[in-house]
């Protein structure tokens, strides 16, 4: 089956920086697009980034452009999501999702489980 599972979350202060990783397995990886969206307590599922993988495009949101990049391995099944330059208003559980564009929450199936990113003020 299709699984996704995310890396890298962890607690920094405001400033630093972080790389979280999304091992995908049990599809043709770059038929697809990988988004990573982020869920603060309280509110509701964002879009943060996504790569299409049959032609390494890429897309962010106006809140991260310029901190965040988004890149992939496709020899490892791998995206990864370089965060600089954090804030507190990163704060939020990370997941990585696989779909086929963009970074609407509802085009996504599947979902990794999460992983916490905590910046401190």
């Known amino acids: 089956e299709v699984q996704l599972v995310e890396s890298g979350g962890g607690v920094v202060q405001a400033g630093g920086s972080l790389r979280l990783s999304c091992a995908v397995s049990?599809?043709?990886?770059?038929?697809?697009?990988i988004g990573w969206f982020r869920q603060a307590p309280g509110k509701e599922r964002e879009g943060v980034s996504c790569?299409?993988?049959?032609?390494?495009?890429?897309y962010y949101t106006a809140s991260v452009k310029g901190r965040f990049t988004i890149s992939s391995d496709n020899a490892k099944n791998t995206v990864y999501l370089q965060m600089n330059s954090l804030k507190p208003e990163d704060t939020a559980v990370y997941y990585c999702?696989?779909?086929?564009?963009?970074?609407?929450?509802?085009?996504?199936?599947?979902w990794g489980q999460g992983t916490q990113v905590t910046v401190s003020s």
């Open positions: 790569i299409y993988n049959s032609d390494g495009n890429t």
């Open positions: 049990g599809v043709t990886f770059d038929d697809y697009a």
């Open positions: 999702a696989l779909g086929p564009y963009g970074l609407a929450v509802n085009l996504y199936e599947y």
